[in-house]
């Protein structure tokens, strides 16, 4: 029957690179924040609506000459982020589309492998309601003052713009509240990885058992 298997956490927490460590290990792995690029390009559904719903501003100048626009990354996270109810109506676009995206992922890829662990990487998997789709779900956990830190060096905010996106998200206290396994990732690269094996071998063991207990 397989496993599916949420995995989150806040900003700089190291949910990405635990997903790769997960992937590393045959885990399959979903990532929504890949999924909703995929559905705003040029052309898609998602996009013509998110345009309609909150201007054509967020659309690129690239489809001025006639061409398919493409979405404006920038000016999108301008509008939103400071308005929830635009926040709200962005999210309520993407947020089915993108649970059907991965529950038909899911389905093809456990026809194919009955006792897989396919993960589902998502900043948003509480907030958005979609951790109650999933078997098990794994909180990424790491000190503040360090993921500030691992955001820093990426180069792209300073640390009042990237404290101020902190605040606006789940605290990690929240986040942890809905967690089934943990993984804390305040220590070095190494540290993160062991855990990770250790919660592969896991969820591989639960995967098999409902494959067992799924077979007539």
Known sequence: ?????????????????????????????????LICHQLVEPGQ???????EKLGEEILSASGSSGGSEGLDRKKLAEIVFNNPEKKRILESILHPRVFEFEKLEYEAIRKEQP??????????????GNY????????VNSDEKIRINRILARGQWNSDEITVRIKNQMSSDEKLRYADFVLENSSDEDSLRSQVNDLHTKLALLAAENVEKSAP
């Open 115 to 128: 006792n897989a662990v396919v993960i589902v990487d998502a900043a948003l998997l509480i907030e958005s």
């Open 1 to 33: 029957m397989s496993l599916l298997v949420g995995l989150t956490g806040g900003m700089g927490s190291g949910k990405t690179l635990a997903a790769s460590f997960f992937k590393d290990l045959g885990a399959f792995i979903l990532d929504a924040d």
């Open 45 to 51: 559904p998602a996009l013509k609506e998110i345009a």
């Open 132 to 139: 109650k789709n999933m078997d098990k779900v794994v909180v």
